[in-house]
């Protein structure tokens, strides 16, 4: 690899340097080294790290470890073109941030339309013109360094909601067990009614608590799951023994239909019966009175001889998930359309899909036939 490494010198390369708390990387992706040489001595004083990769393949395979801030791309070369690095960089969620500036000795329309569309976020034409290159090098550094603020500031944000949540759960549990002892005391009927919605809604509050707790946990790379063999519908059964009186209260029938065999999966049972307990509780939730929800436990023939797939579904007759939202409602913090009188904090899915996946399997939702959402997981059968 051809690297080459300069100390800052102009004061807007200084200026980039504080703003990204780094010396800024810049990528040259040519397949003749003439034209690095050529960038280098335009770039030469701003004071950049410049890396250089003479094949697209070769600069895809390098982007994690070279982690640029920017790449410069020639749009003419051999095997892989300028323009189908650029999409394959620009659909990688790990390499998609890097703002790309083509580079091509095409100047007409169509070719700037075609670089752009691959998903380039500037265009310079050969011949290189040495101030439009530095010009047009600070603008999309600007950009990445106010990108990589605003991820630091997400990153901070999260940690600290990690630290607060984490932090109430010990507070909350003295409330639960007071709770407990409370409801074994000689108290007056009125007054047990409601220690029995505080102990409902602290316990509410716990699992939304741990909940949260979990995503952290998992998307640091730090959960450790508790696996143990079980049929997936011991769990099901228990999870609606759990909604019978909510459900009763708003008129909804709560029903669950099951394999003969037991549905047995590898899961974290508490995790998955968490996962399990969010999509009831979204069903309910977002359902009319008098309206009906499912949970129906099969498998899912993969090939003719073998069953290898168990599939748990949560049918609900609510309003359903418009067909753009099916995906995004699955995301951190997305509540879909709004529904008037209902709490929606968004964390629902994301807790399921993140816990799922890490079981190795898949969550979606389907609509339901006339009205209303089929939310469908597939784990493998143990
Ligand atoms: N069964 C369902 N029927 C209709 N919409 C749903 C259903 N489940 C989830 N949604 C939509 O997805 C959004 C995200 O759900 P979720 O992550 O569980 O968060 P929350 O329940 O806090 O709103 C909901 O706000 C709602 O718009
Ligand atoms: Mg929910």
Do not use: W
Request: glycine content about 4%; proline content about 4%; overall charge negative.
């Amino acid at each position: 690899m051809k690297a080459t490494v300069r100390p800052a010198a102009s004061g807007l390369a200084t200026h980039l340097q504080n703003l990204m708390g780094k010396q800024p990387v810049i990528l040259i992706v040519d397949d003749e080294p003439a034209n690095f040489d050529v960038i280098e001595i335009l770039l030469f004083k701003e004071g950049y790290q410049l890396h250089y990769k003479d094949s697209g393949a070769k600069a895809i395979a390098a982007c994690d470890e070279i982690a640029p801030d920017l790449i410069l791309l020639d749009v003419m070369m051999p095997d892989l073109d300028g323009i189908e690095v650029c999409q394959r960089l620009k659909t990688n969620p790990r390499s998609q941030h890097i703002p790309i500036i083509t580079i091509t000795a095409l100047s007409g329309k169509e070719d700037l339309a075609r670089c752009l569309d691959a998903g380039a976020d500037d265009f310079i034409s050969k011949p290189i013109n040495s101030t439009e290159l530095r010009a047009r090098v600070r603008s999309m550094l600007r950009i990445k360094s106010q990108y990589d603020q605003i991820q630091s500031t997400m990153k901070l944000r999260e940690e600290m909601m990690q630290t607060i949540v984490h932090d109430l759960r010990n507070p909350l549990i003295g409330v639960i067990l007071g709770c407990d002892t409370l409801k074994s005391l000689d108290v007056p009927e009125r007054a047990k009614k409601r220690i029995e919605q505080i102990s409902k809604t602290t316990e509410q509050m716990r699992f939304l608590i741990d909940d949260i707790l979990t995503i952290g946990r998992i998307e640091a790379n730090k959960i450790t799951l508790n696996l143990t063999h079980l049929d997936v519908s011991d769990i099901a059964k228990s999870a609606i023994a759990d909604f019978e009186t909510i459900a009763a209260q708003k008129q909804i029938q709560l029903v669950g239909s099951f394999t003969k065999e037991p549905a047995t999966v590898l899961v974290d049972t508490h995790l998955m019966r968490r996962v399990i307990t969010n999509l009831i509780d979204n069903a309910i939730k977002f359902s009319p009175t008098h309206s009906s929800v499912r949970v129906n436990i099969e498998y899912l023939p993969q090939n003719p001889d073998r069953d290898d797939l168990v599939k748990i579904e949560v049918i609900d007759q609510g309003a359903g998930v418009s067909h753009d939202q099916k995906h995004v409602i699955f995301e951190k913090y997305e509540v879909g359309s709004i529904a008037t009188g209902i709490s929606q904090i968004g964390l629902g899915l994301s807790f399921c899909k993140m816990v799922v996946e890490t079981h190795h399997g898949s969550i979606y939702v389907v609509n339901n036939q006339p009205t209303g959402s089929i939310f469908t997981i597939l784990l493998d059968r143990a």
